[in-house]
């Protein structure tokens, strides 16, 4: 399958605390974008990294991509009861190609 | 809000039924997406239109057909609906459609078959 696969499925975490989830994918990709869906939502873009950058930031939120590794990480630092949410991570196979997301992990702030 | 709209919000439908789901992109999008969301699937891509033409493809049923219009809005039409058509029906809007563009969602139609 092309898809993505995010891990953890679910992630619990106390507020203040850095949340990491983790994206591995099985091709070359163009980029590797990270969305988050509250429930029942439609999906809002976050970030978007490229195959030739290895870190990006925006705000409080950190995404790496290792191409060798086929994986890329997203860590909110300093979790919020506002980030609980599912977050997604999506790519593409080159630059006219489709979408292809993955499973998504299911974020739970507790406070 | 993300400037794309979709109607009706909540659909509830008997099986063998046929609906229109209905989505206007962002002011100045060409490229419509259309995405199936299920508990058990996750988020399958069903296609891609960009200006009025088919783009890609994904995992869309031969019961299901979609088009975009002149004025870019598209249809998703599904036909001869089952239990397992329920679901939330995203769509999303790019400006260039070009894979890895950075996508707009709607808020969604939610879609129960009885």
Known sequence: SQQGEEDPQALSIQEGENATMNC??????????????????????????RSNEREKHSGRLRVTLDTSKKSSSLLITA?????????????????DDKIIFGKGTRLHILP | DSGVTQTPKHLITA???????????RSGDLSVYWYQQSLDQGL?????????????K????ERFSAQQFPDLHSELNLSSL??????????????????GSKQY??????LTVT
């Open chain 2, 44 to 56: 399958q891509f069903l296609i891609q239109y960009y200006n009025g033409e088919e783009r890609a």
């Open chain 1, 24 to 49: 591995s994918y099985k091709t070359s990709i163009n980029n590797l974008q990270w969305y988050r869906q509250n429930s029942g939502r439609g999906l809002v873009h976050l970030i978007l990294i």
């Open chain 2, 58 to 61: 994904g995992n869309i049923l």
């Open chain 2, 82 to 99: 089952e239990l397992g058509d329920s679901a939330l029906y995203f769509c999303a809007s790019s400006v260039d459609g070009r894979g």
């Open chain 1, 79 to 95: 979790s919020r009861a506002a980030d609980t949410a599912s977050y997604f991570c999506a790519f593409a196979m080159n630059r």
């Open chain 2, 15 to 25: 099986t063998g039924q046929r609906v229109t789901l209905r989505c206007s992109p």
């Open chain 2, 105 to 110: 969602f709607g808020p969604g139609t939610r």
